[in-house]
């Protein structure tokens, strides 16, 4: 008797309805304002704004421009400004905060979701936590972010992107002694073995080995101790554990290194990885190596032989990697084409697409693009200028 009464009460309903409106396909928020008045008017007002928010901007899906920023930052300004306790924040918005990083607004996404995770349900304030570091990364709180990881019990990374991955959060943050103590720490390396299956930037199988020499590949941009990386990347080349994939793309790294102040040994070690990998159809790391071999060559200033290896390249991607980026590709063909005075508006649109994808970080270009640290990324810009003018 006491259980059906418990069952009929109108603030149970009321809470049920609360608690599960995340569930639903779409909100119904007029339906939902009707209860409102059982948590307080500041709940009743928070139905109002994201209401509109949702009715006016994420279901239209309409363009972003400045005057809706503004509109859209006034209309959540009581809730950014102040710390309230909002019941069922989360459960009535689940949609805001990821919105709110997809129009360029992450600190205001993290601002949110730091107050939705408070009194919510275990299961769902671990998935929230992981979607509050995604937005504190995106936001540029790189420390904050690895500090949040390694003080969390995380079993999978649930928002793992080509970005968002432990290395560009730690390539992003400014302490380099505070990453080398990190990268010794067992909660650390315990978060890399969840990004399983492929890395998330070269593509390669995924294994301990990979990690390490990301890892000292990582060491060398932060450092630019190149004695120091070199000696450890020939450790790593020579341990008999690395199978012969991983061993070449570790020597590929070793010549980007030489390339600074041995140009002819870096491309011959580059030619020699090419010609490797080709034999035995490892296409990406082909890819990877004949991209490179052709900036070798274009350093030596063998341009012809170099737009050579840019167009292998180019091919190598169209036949196996159609997604892959090509930026680096597309850089070395229009630098030599300009050598011969062409310029391929058609590389310049590619351009565009691509660094509209990328974060303002220009080291991303240099490391994953496999761009030479001699060569501006986005030269192209100056090229194009000049063509217009």
């Keep these: 008797m006491e259980s059906n009464q418990r069952i009929n009460n109108p603030a149970i309903k009321v809470w049920a309805q609360f608690y599960n409106a995340h569930q639903q396909k779409d909100y119904n928020y007029n339906k939902l304002k009707e209860h409102c008045e059982y948590f307080g008017t500041t709940f009743c007002q928070w139905l109002n704004d994201v209401e509109f928010l949702y009715l006016n901007y994420y279901q239209k899906k309409t363009s972003i421009h400045y005057n809706d920023i503004y509109i859209i930052l006034k209309k959540l300004e009581t809730y950014l400004l102040k710390s309230y306790y909002i019941p069922f924040m989360y459960e009535t918005a689940s949609w805001l905060p990821k919105y709110l990083r997809e129009i360029g607004l992450p600190l205001e996404s993290s601002i949110l979701l730091k107050q939705m995770i408070y009194k919510i349900s275990p299961t769902l304030k671990q998935e929230l936590l992981q979607e509050f570091i995604y937005s504190i990364f995106l936001a540029g709180d790189p420390d904050y972010a690895i500090e949040l990881f390694l003080n969390s019990n995380f079993t999978s990374l649930k928002y793992q992107t080509k970005y968002f991955n432990i290395f560009n959060i730690l390539f992003l943050s400014k302490n380099f002694d505070l990453i080398i103590n990190n990268l010794k720490k067992e909660s650390f390396l315990n978060l890399l073995k969840y990004q399983q299956g492929v890395d998330l930037w070269t593509s390669l199988p995924l294994t301990n080995n990979l990690l390490k020499i990301r890892l000292v590949d ?5 450092s630019k101790n190149e004695k120091e990386i070199l000696t450890l990347l020939e450790r790593l080349i020579n341990n008999k554990e690395l199978n012969e994939l991983e061993k070449q793309y570790a020597r590929l790294i070793q010549s980007r290194i030489i390339y600074n102040y041995n140009i ?4 011959r070690i580059a030619e020699d990885i090419q010609f490797k990998s080709q034999e035995k159809a ?4 082909e890819y990877y190596a004949t991209i490179w ?3 070798c060559l274009y350093k030596q ?6 737009n050579i290896e840019f167009t292998k390249a ?3 991607a169209r036949r196996h990697f159609p997604d892959i980026s090509r930026y680096s590709v597309s850089l ?9 005075n062409i310029i391929d508006l058609n590389l310049i649109q590619e351009f565009q697409k691509i660094e509209n994808q990328y974060l303002p970080d220009s080291n991303f270009f240099y490391i994953f693009e496999w761009i030479p640290e001699d060569i ?3 030269l192209w810009k100056d090229i194009y200028i000049d063509f217009l003018f």
Excluded: E, S
């Design 332 to 340: 070395g063909l229009l630098l030599t084409k300009q050598k011969f």
């Design 282 to 285: 490892q296409y990406l790391l």
């Design 293 to 295: 071999n052709g900036w």
């Design 376 to 378: 501006p990324y986005d």
């Design 218 to 222: 990582f060491m060398y941009w932060k």
């Design 264 to 267: 002819d040994l870096a491309q």
């Design 314 to 316: 180019n091919n190598i």
């Design 301 to 306: 200033k063998k341009y012809y032989l170099a």
